[in-house]
């Protein structure tokens, strides 16, 4: 089940951020994501979870809908599918990696993302981000750039909603 994040999952998300330093394609480290990023994704209503299905499950993989002003103003975006909305932070607890839970969480945010007003999904991928590219692929998303951003390379798509 995929509900809207809620203060007390506070620790148990960051927790989970946390598990995916270190991991394979994965740029995250201890300062990114942090609290910060929890405490803004819990004030605009968009940082929603999935947790095992049980009674108070615990909480298995994440997703945000971002506001980035520095990747909303990139120029390779298609003019005629603005406003665009991005999906980030997807995370998915290791032992439940490899089922197809974060393409679950891209699908609910594109969803989101739709019922928001948002004409397109427009993201970055840190361009050695493997798994996330080919996830990418699967959903058509349409590579329409290059960028250098947070001491990072990225690929930029987009896809109309």
């Known amino acids: 089940m995929i509900e809207l994040a809620r203060e007390e999952d506070r620790e148990e998300i960051l927790e989970l951020y946390h598990m995916q330093i270190g991991r394979e394609f994965c740029p995250w480290n201890e300062h990114y994501p942090s609290n910060d990023e929890i405490t803004f994704d819990l004030s605009r209503d968009a940082l929603y979870v999935m947790r095992e299905e049980r009674e108070n499950g615990r909480i298995i993989a994440a997703v ?91 690929i930029c798509y987009e896809l109309k909603l």
Do not use: T
């Open 64 to 154: 945000s809908l971002e506001e980035d002003p520095q990747v909303d103003e990139l120029p390779c975006w298609s003019k005629e599918l603005q406003p665009g909305g991005e999906i980030a932070r997807v995370a998915v607890h290791p032992d439940h990696q490899n089922r197809g839970i974060a393409r679950q969480m891209v699908r609910f945010g594109l969803d989101r993302l739709r019922e928001r007003g948002y004409k397109s999904f427009h993201g970055i991928v840190n361009a050695l981000n493997e798994k996330a590219l080919r996830s990418y692929a699967v959903f058509g998303f349409q590579k329409m750039g290059e960028c250098d951003m947070y001491e990072q390379h990225f």
